[in-house]
């Protein structure tokens, strides 16, 4: 079931719920003041009999005392007026949508006309960014449950943010919305079990979802491949029954940049559909979620789709590697050496670390082919990120210091955090091997910077990189204030936002 957000001056009459904002240390929102004198101080009386809100952060409280009207009124925390900004209104929205959802409210009017002179945020922009909240907080992915929720619950119908900047905030909530559903098809594909998201199926669901958002979409298959010598990605997959793929995408600027135009910047994804290990396998425990190792790929495809769906007015090459990492009497061996599409020859150490291989020719392929100036690869690389980062920060491996400034701003705007990592000359030379150029097993130490040192080898020297590892953040066990459980969609927000600021013509 879908539900609408909308944004009007006036409040809905047919509202079941209605939300009034308090800021913390129990300061009334304007709506909230109103409220209070038109109806015998019922707000107040309802502070002073329920101690325990605070006005927090995302708190809330069921308005009793209230004599007229038959809506049930929430009292929403809005937390200290000078710690509100554009992320702190999502995490609001966030925790309201789970408040509203367990309420069993259906017709939402959110007050957002109450809360005013919020520092660098505008009216429209704290009411576009508590509807972005909920949005992405209803994020849900039933697709196999054969009981459907809505046959049993009340769900959520419409929620109207009542703001004076009515249009304005329609207008942010346009492209937030286009934004939100690039993130929604990147956890959809994380969430995707493997025997369905599989190289051969993926490839044709990416065709399915881009093509019609005017995306260009070219699919190369193993013989292809083989033909023009990828090497190192076609051993990864070639222990699986289904077949490997390289996807391009390719968006041309809504039309408005010629169309061979060079793309500035290209963002390349591990597309790794279950990783067993191969012959190198892994434990068993916790190997289902190896599902998610396409994590880099989810996000490229995924920030695609929010850039087409906006429109955006930017040049912008996605590729992907798809592969299915299987143990059989075909799969690649430890002690393998391969040859890459760059030429260089691998050393196989270990099948598992196999991202990198993939990576090494998906960045190969992009290099010859398109040439752009800034690339930047997301991989659920290593076990070994997720030792120095845990799942709060993704690690940034950045060959230049104002793609990186670029890339902190960017997620310093959408909350998703990146933390940067070394890359150094050290690293690069482990990864040296006696018996070929390179080899695909560092120590037992530094594993991340050792993988970066690794794809290095692929970079041409003039061109800009970043290599982001998102190993701990593609997927979460716990939900957070705005992201269920699951996929995360992370960081297509980021990268969309990199695009819109510094590779966009406005
Ligand atoms: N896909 C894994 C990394 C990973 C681990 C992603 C946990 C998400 C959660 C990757 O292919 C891998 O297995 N890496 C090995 C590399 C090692 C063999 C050098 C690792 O990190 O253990
Ligand atoms: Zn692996
Ligand atoms: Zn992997």
Avoid at 131 to 150: D, I, N, Q, V
Wanted: hydrophobic share 40%; proline share 3%; with cysteine.
């Amino acid at each position: 079931m879908t539900f609408s957000i909308s944004f009007a001056k006036q409040p809905q009459n047919d509202a079941d719920t209605v939300v009034i904002g308090i800021f913390e240390g129990l300061e009334l929102s304007k709506a909230a003041t109103a409220l209070n004198s038109t109806q015998n101080d019922c707000v107040q009386k309802c502070l002073t009999s329920h101690p325990n809100f605070k006005g927090k952060s995302g708190e809330t409280l069921s308005l009793a005392h209230c004599e007229k009207g038959h809506s049930h009124i929430v009292l929403l925390g809005l937390g200290k007026k000078d710690k509100l900004n554009n992320i702190a209104f999502e995490t609001i929205g966030g925790k309201l949508w789970v408040a509203l959802q367990k309420a069993g409210s259906q017709k939402i009017n959110i007050h957002a006309d109450g809360i005013e002179d919020i520092k660098d945020t505008s009216t429209a922009e704290i009411a576009a960014h508590i509807a972005m909240g909920l949005k992405l907080k209803s994020y849900k992915f039933r697709k196999y449950k054969t009981e459907k929720e809505e046959d049993k619950k009340v769900e959520i119908e419409k929620i109207t943010i009542i703001t004076d900047a009515h249009s304005a905030a329609d207008n942010l909530y346009n492209t937030y919305g286009a934004i939100a559903e690039g993130v929604f098809l990147a956890r959809d594909l994380v969430n995707e079990p493997p025997n369905t998201l599989h190289p051969e199926s993926y490839a044709e669901r990416i065709k399915n979802e881009l093509k019609p958002l005017g995306v260009d979409v070219e699919i190369l298959d193993e013989k292809q491949m083989l033909k023009m010598g990828f090497g190192a990605l076609l051993a990864v997959g070639q222990g699986s029954i289904r077949e490997s793929k390289l996807v391009i995408m390719k968006w041309n600027g809504n039309g408005k940049i010629k169309k061979n135009a060079k793309a500035p910047i290209a963002f390349v994804g591990k597309g790794v559909t279950f990783d067993t290990g191969g012959i190198s396998l892994k434990p068993g425990p916790g190997m289902d979620l190896m599902k998610m190792d396409m994590g880099g790929s989810a996000a490229v495809v995924g920030l695609m789709k929010a850039i087409a769906t906006r429109k955006a007015n930017a040049n912008v090459i996605g590729i992907v590697g798809l592969v299915e990492n299987m143990p059989s009497d075909r799969a690649y061996r430890p002690g393998d050496i391969v040859t890459s599409l760059s030429g260089k020859t691998i050393e196989v150490l270990n099948t598992d670390a196999e991202g990198r291989l993939v990576l090494a020719d998906a960045l190969t392929y992009l290099q010859n082919t398109y040439k752009p100036d800034v690339i930047i690869d997301l991989a659920t690389l290593t076990g070994a990120i997720m030792v120095a980062l845990g799942f709060e920060y993704c690690g940034t491996f950045a060959n230049d210091d104002d793609l990186w400034s670029q890339l902190k701003e960017a997620s310093d705007n959408t909350g998703e955090k990146f933390w940067r990592m070394p890359l150094d000359a050290a690293y690069s030379k482990e990864m040296e091997s006696e018996v070929a150029d390179l080899k695909n097993l560092g120590s037992a130490y530094g594993g991340a910077c050792t993988a970066a040192g690794f794809l290095g080898h692929f970079i041409n020297e003039d061109t800009k990189w970043a290599h982001i590892d998102i190993a701990g953040t593609a997927w979460w066990k716990t939900d957070k204030a705005t992201t269920p459980k699951g996929g995360t969609g992370f960081p297509v927000r980021t990268l969309n936002d990199l695009v819109e600021k510094h590779f966009e013509k406005k």
